[in-house]
């Protein structure tokens, strides 16, 4: 029986020991299995990173413009936002007229672009028809012989180039025809036309003192239209405002405005603006390019006795003064949209500058506090300012010699309160600034137009940042 039993047992032994290796084996299995690949660490590009196609800053992403659009060195000069969906927005080069266009809010653009000798203006109408003029270059008139006596800087007529708001490119020139112009003329250089349709604009000249009249541009090889003057007890204003365009002019203390009017039509009666003192600063206010335009209305700052400041809004049919409850800081910024403007005054009790926001209707209020604290040191500043229908929003730019910096901040309070200042993008020296084209509102969707260098490279392209909550968050459009 124990030979038995030893038998028996060593089978049974060694399939025990079988059983026990292989249990022992997938689990060194199970154990040493490989291993699933770890998701790798995203680590975002630091503010200031750029690619051609997009830049990161400090609050969000942006877009990067085909450099074809508009070269990096481009200056804007001026923004019409027509509706909540179509903008122009006009600047130059030294020797380029160029405008960027966008029919959806910034979600794409397109250009009209045309070199230049001299110099050029745009204008946009009330259909969002885009007109450019440009002139020789004349030589510059020596101190002495301007004024009554002077000779104008430009004898030679301008031309116009036209472009309906979905054209891809600019009209073949349209030459205008001009009057004898005496001595003391109104020079024409940087005239701005008053966009009438597609194909039709017209010019403010003085042929002589206190003798203006309205000459007409048309396609290239139409009939001449003749001028319309103006009445010569009226000092008209070169500058159109509004779209449709509004003729300025000026009797005695008056402001007076009314239509341009259409080729072949004659002028009609005036309107006097009530509320509004007109002396040579308001008049010389007026006779600029307008700080800011939005749909219809075109809004200037103008000087009023004796050291006050009020915002003119100007629209094809009717036209508000607004006083300011504070002086207008100098060179003040004015950012208008959704029935709101904003502009740069100087706190009455300190002198700091801050902001006050106004509706069309007159009420204003002044932030309680200035959203921005400038820099201890030496430094340039601007701002740019940007009202919603849910808020307002200001960004500044603030330069020393060797520092940069592009901050942003928000009132949810329509300009009472504002938010904490936050980054754009700050730095020393010149490579990896980031700067301010412009800012534009439509209504609801705020977008900036920025500058940045292409990492890598020595160039530097445009982008753009779209808002869709009054400033608070940004990402490409």
């Not at 903008?87 to 045309?114: D, P, Q, Y």
Request: hydrophobic share 40%; with cysteine.
């Amino acid at each position: 029986m124990p030979m038995l039993d030893s038998i028996v047992s060593a089978p049974t032994r060694r399939r025990a020991a079988a059983t026990a290796l292989a249990a022992l084996t997938a689990l060194l299995a199970l154990g040493c299995g490989k291993k699933e690949k770890a998701a790798p660490i995203t680590v975002p590009p630091p503010p200031g990173a750029a690619s051609s196609d997009e830049l990161t800053t400090a609050i969000g992403q942006a877009r990067g413009i085909d450099s074809a659009l508009a070269p990096s060195s481009t200056r804007w000069r001026r923004a019409f936002v027509l509706d909540e969906r179509r903008a122009v927005v006009t600047g130059e080069v030294e020797n380029e007229a160029i405008a960027l266009v966008t029919e959806n809010a910034g979600r794409t653009w397109r250009s009209l672009r045309r070199v230049r000798e001299g110099w050029s203006t745009w204008s946009v109408g009330g259909d969002g028809a885009t007109v450019l003029t440009a002139g020789p270059r004349g030589p510059a008139l020596p101190t002495e012989t301007r004024g009554n006596r002077g000779t104008p800087s430009a004898l030679d007529p301008p031309s116009l180039f036209f472009a309906p708001f979905d054209a891809t490119d600019l009209s073949a020139p349209s030459p205008v025809t001009l009057p004898v112009l005496s001595r003391g003329a109104r020079p024409l250089v940087n005239a701005v036309p008053a966009v009438l349709s597609a194909e039709s604009a017209a010019l403010l000249v003085e042929p002589k003192p206190r003798h203006a009249t309205l000459v007409y541009a048309g396609p290239a090889g139409a009939e001449p239209v003749p001028p319309v003057p103006l009445p010569t007890q009226e000092q008209a204003l070169p500058v159109p405002y509004g779209r449709p365009p509004v003729l300025l002019s000026v009797r005695g203390r008056n402001l007076l405005v009314r239509p341009v009017p259409p080729p072949g039509k004659p002028l009609d009666a005036p309107k006097s603006v009530e509320g509004l003192a007109m002396n040579p600063a308001a008049i010389a206010a007026l006779s600029t390019t307008p700080a800011c335009d939005f749909a219809g209305w075109s809004i200037q700052l103008v000087p009023q006795p004796p050291d006050k400041t009020a915002v003119v809004a100007v629209s094809a049919t009717q036209t508000a003064v607004l006083k300011l409850p504070a002086k207008a800081a100098p060179g003040a910024a004015v950012g208008c949209a959704a029935d709101r403007i904003m502009v740069e005054v100087m706190t009455p009790t300190t002198g700091e500058l801050t902001l006050a926001t106004c509706t069309l209707q007159g009420t204003c209020v002044i932030a309680e506090k200035p959203p921005f604290r400038p820099w201890l040191e030496p430094h340039e500043r601007s701002v740019a300012l940007a009202p919603t229908r849910e808020g307002v929003t200001a960004v500044l730019t603030s330069r020393a010699a060797a520092r940069w910096g592009l901050y942003i901040a928000q009132s949810p309070e329509g300009g009472k309160i504002y938010d904490v200042p936050r980054v754009i993008g700050e730095g020393s020296g010149e490579r990896g600034r980031i700067e301010l084209g412009t800012l534009l509102s439509f209504g609801n969707r705020l977008l900036m137009l920025l500058q940045a260098d292409v990492t890598g490279t020595s160039r530097r392209g445009w982008y753009v940042a779209a808002s869709d909550d009054g400033g608070l968050t940004w990402s490409p459009p």
